[in-house]
């Protein structure tokens, strides 16, 4: 059964920095292309980020291009968001999560786990 467990969130101030991770097990966490998404009070989720199975292609939301890097240890069956240059607007719950597919939607998953609260905030 799939889980993914995330973790690394905080309170940060802005212009900060934060490095998430997110621990996948009970599935064959290398061969799915996974990702980070997010949702903020009062919004929808929405996809943040997303990477290929080898970690060899990685593509972001225009929010978060050149602030935000995600990278995977597939060894390690982890996935982590570094976050840097943080706004107010980063603000959110984020969590991963992916497929074979590799889906930036989140309404193609029926499974999260309970992601990791990031604040940023003087």
């Known amino acids: 059964q799939k889980q993914l467990v995330e973790s690394g969130g905080g309170l940060v101030q802005p212009g900060g920095s934060l490095r998430l991770s997110c621990q996948g097990s009970g599935f064959t966490f290398d061969y799915y292309a996974i990702g980070w998404f997010r949702q903020a009070p009062g919004k929808e989720r929405e996809f943040v980020a997303g990477?290929?199975?080898?970690?060899?292609?990685?593509y972001y939301a225009d929010s978060v291009k050149g602030r935000f890097t995600i990278s995977r240890d597939n060894a390690k069956n982890t996935l982590y968001l570094q976050m840097n240059s943080l706004k107010p607007e980063d603000t959110a719950v984020y969590y991963c999560?992916?497929?074979?597919?590799?889906?930036?939607?989140?309404?193609?998953?029926?499974?999260w786990g309970q992601g990791t609260q990031v604040t940023v905030s003087s």
């Open positions: 999560n992916g497929d074979q597919r590799g889906s930036s939607s989140p309404k193609d998953y029926d499974y």
């Open positions: 990477i290929s199975w080898s970690g060899s292609r990685a």
